[in-house]
């Protein structure tokens, strides 16, 4: 099974309203994860890094207060779309390093796809 | 700054055709990690293998092969005798550890049968 699990898998939601997508490590502690966003027929793009304990770093041009990170545990980050618009619609996906940061193993989550009708 | 290339947008070959997939990155970190992830219409990131910055030895998985020339700064991927189930984007990435990844802008392929 996967390591790094996202819920929810798909939401639609209407515009105005504010959703909100989990990732959880399952059998390992996060203290570092991250978040991209993926537009249909476009690379990955990181939004931010989800720090346990401590505020998130977000990549330039992204929203903080749009996007709320909170990594509230060694094995959650929360990734919460406020006020959400047609435009946030994407697939957005989370991973978190494995074990030793310098080995380099990753594990992504399955991915939350988020329609703003 | 890091930045990955995949000039091929997308590449349409014939079942057992052999194909290859360009990545050139460009990093000024002297330890990092480069990655190769296969995304199917589920959406989901397949990971297909990671290698570092010190090991340029090729690599060979069944179908599938690497060849990392640090020289050249590519990370080519090669599928022999491609299948249908091949049928994907294809995905290079870049990261120093601890693991925020660059990502090249993708490569579709479609395996005809």
């Known amino acids: 099974g996967a390591v790094v699990s996202q819920h929810p898998s798909w939401v639609i939601c209407k515009s105005g309203t504010s959703v909100k997508i989990e990732c959880r490590s399952l059998d390992f502690q996060a203290t570092t994860m991250f978040w991209y966003r993926q537009f249909p027929k476009q690379s990955l793009m990181l939004m931010a890094t989800?720090?346990?304990?401590?505020?998130?770093?977000?990549e330039q041009g992204v929203e903080k207060d749009k996007f709320l990170i909170n990594h509230a545990s060694l094995t959650l980050s929360t990734l919460t779309v406020t006020s959400a618009h047609p435009e946030d619609s994407s697939f957005y996906i989370c991973?978190?390093?494995?074990?030793?940061?310098?080995?380099?193993?990753?594990?992504f989550g399955e991915g939350s796809r988020l329609t703003v009708l | 700054a890091q930045k990955v290339t995949q000039a091929q947008t997308e590449i349409s070959v014939v079942e057992k055709e052999d194909v290859t997939l360009d990545c050139v990155y460009e990093?000024?970190?002297?330890?990092?990690?480069l990655f190769w992830y296969k995304q199917p219409p589920s959406g989901e990131l397949v990971f297909l293998i990671r290698r570092n910055s010190f090991d340029e030895q090729n690599e060979i998985s069944g179908r599938y092969s690497w060849n990392f020339q640090k020289s050249t700064s590519s990370f080519n991927f090669t599928i022999t005798a491609s299948q249908v189930v091949d049928s994907a984007v294809y995905f290079c990435?870049?990261?120093?550890?601890?693991?925020?990844?660059?990502f090249g802008s993708g490569t579709r392929l479609q395996v005809q049968p």
């Open positions: 990435a870049l990261s120093p550890p601890p693991g925020a990844l660059t």
């Open positions: 989800s720090n346990e304990g401590s505020k998130a770093t977000y």
């Open positions: 991973s978190a390093p494995g074990g030793d940061f310098n080995t380099g193993e990753l594990f």
């Open positions: 990093t000024r970190d002297t330890t990092y990690y």
